[in-house]
Structures are given as structure tokens and as C-alpha cells.
């Protein structure tokens, strides 16, 4: 929930995503099927409050959530609900976009959501006001966490994700999530993470939708070595 990349190639999209946490926070659970809302939902759970901050449906759409909206925010430590919950009410809709729209977030902490569902919008919560932002899905796209990561930083990051897009092609996901696993030797600023404070990298998780209707979740555990992959019926995915 801290670095999150939207890569097209080929036939798919590749949504992927580094998790950073503090060492002290539980491990989530390995992506499993539930149901949520009407739909079925693939998601890897976080223990402390049950949400998630990556989700595929059935119907295609997938999306994940950064902390943080446009400036880094000081905690009051008493929201209304997790934001991890609030994800599962969005990609629990059968429109996730209109749940978006019409969801009450008055007292959630700031966050911001990339959506991929037909369409690509980068979606962003500052704690009083909703923006939305259309995005072309011909193109790749990085987010870095504004909680975590000053301007500065997140610019090397970007500058280091276009050399990766400038240099890799194809685009495969195995090169994605390479990317995503490297600390391009800046373990305080890289991409994955192991500073003083006790924050960590946690895992990698990444989506592989495909034109044709397939949707691939792949979770790796990067504290336990463990790796897990899980796939939702392709007759219902439309992408």
C-alpha cells in the first residue's frame, strides 16, 4: 500500500503493488475467495482490521490503495473505519466507480485508490474532499505513498520506473515484479524497504487481467519466502 505500479502489455494489464509496514503489524493472511457484497472478491486480508489493500473481482475490477492523498497527514487515531474496509466496499460493488462517488467518507483517514475496471482512474481522498482523476490505460503509470515518501524521493522513484519501461521489452510480469522486489540499492528509499524505524517491505502483490477475460492474483510473502498464486473463473471477467 506504499508503491504501486499500472503496466499494459501485450493482451493484459499488470497491476502491482508493495506492501511497507511497521514490523510490528501482524502478516496478512494469504489471498483467498470471499464473498463481499454480491460479488466474489480475491483478496490477501490484514488480521488487525480484516480489510485489504488489494482487490480483484469477478467482473474485472481491481483496485488498490496508498496511504495517504497529496501531502503527508498526521493520524488522529480515531476514524470511523479502516480504509481497508472501505476498498472492500468499493470493489465489492457491481459499479465500482458509482460506489466511489456515492460512498460517505466523513471521518476516514486520507488515502488514495487506484481503479482499473474497463476504465483506469486514480481516485484520492484528502479527508474533506473526494478528486478523481481519468487515466489513460495505453500507458504505465507509478505511485509512490506521500506518507512515506517526500516529493524528491518520489521522483527518483518515477525516473527509475520509465529507465525500467524505456528498457524491458516486452513487458512480462515476472519483469514487473522483478522491479517491484529490487531495493535499487537504497534500502531507506527503494523499493523494498528495511529502515531503522522498523518499517518493511512486507510483499508484493500484482493483478494480471487479460483482454480475453482471465484475472491471475499473485502474492509474494516476502518475510516468510512464501509465494501464492490464485485465479478467479475467466467467464466472468470482462476487462
Request: charged share 25%; proline share 5%.
Amino acid at each position: 500500500m506504499c508503491t504501486v505500479s499500472f503496466v499494459p502489455s501485450g493482451n493484459k494489464y499488470m497491476i502491482t503493488s508493495n506492501r511497507d509496514e511497521h514490523i510490528s503489524r501482524p502478516l496478512a493472511h494469504e489471498p483467498k475467495e470471499e464473498t463481499v457484497g454480491s460479488l466474489k472478491v480475491l483478496f490477501p486480508k490484514d488480521p488487525k482490521a480484516g480489510g485489504t489493500w488489494f482487490a480483484l473481482n469477478e467482473m474485472g475490477a481491481a483496485a488498490v490503495l496508498l496511504n495517504g492523498a497529496f501531502v503527508r497527514h498526521s493520524p488522529n487515531g480515531n476514524y470511523a473505519r479502516s480504509r481497508g474496509l472501505v476498498l472492500l466496499d468499493i470493489i465489492g460493488a457491481e459499479d465500482p466507480l458509482t460506489m466511489l462517488s456515492e460512498i460517505d467518507l466523513y471521518n476516514i483517514e486520507p488515502f488514495t485508490l487506484v481503479l482499473f475496471h474497463t476504465h483506469l482512474l486514480e481516485f484520492r481522498w484528502d479527508g474533506g474532499q473526494k478528486y478523481f482523476r481519468p487515466l489513460d490505460k495505453s500507458k504505465s503509470h507509478i505511485w509512490s505513498s506521500v506518507t512515506l515518501y517526500d516529493d524528491a524521493v518520489i521522483g527518483r522513484r518515477a525516473s527509475l520506473f520509465d529507465g525500467f519501461m524505456k528498457r524491458t521489452h516486452p513487458v512480462e510480469a515476472s519483469d514487473v515484479v522483478d522491479f517491484h522486489t529490487n531495493n535499487h540499492e537504497d534500502f531507506e528509499n527503494g523499493f523494498i524497504i528495511d529502515r531503522e524505524t522498523g518499517l518493511k517491505t512486507f510483499s508484493v502483490t500484482q493483478a494480471i487481467l487479460e483482454h480475453e477475460g482471465q484475472g491471475l492474483l499473485k502474492h509474494i510473502d516476502l518475510l516468510n519466502d512464501k509465494a501464492f498464486e490464485v485465479s478467479l473463473s475467466p467467464n466472468q471477467l470482462t476487462v
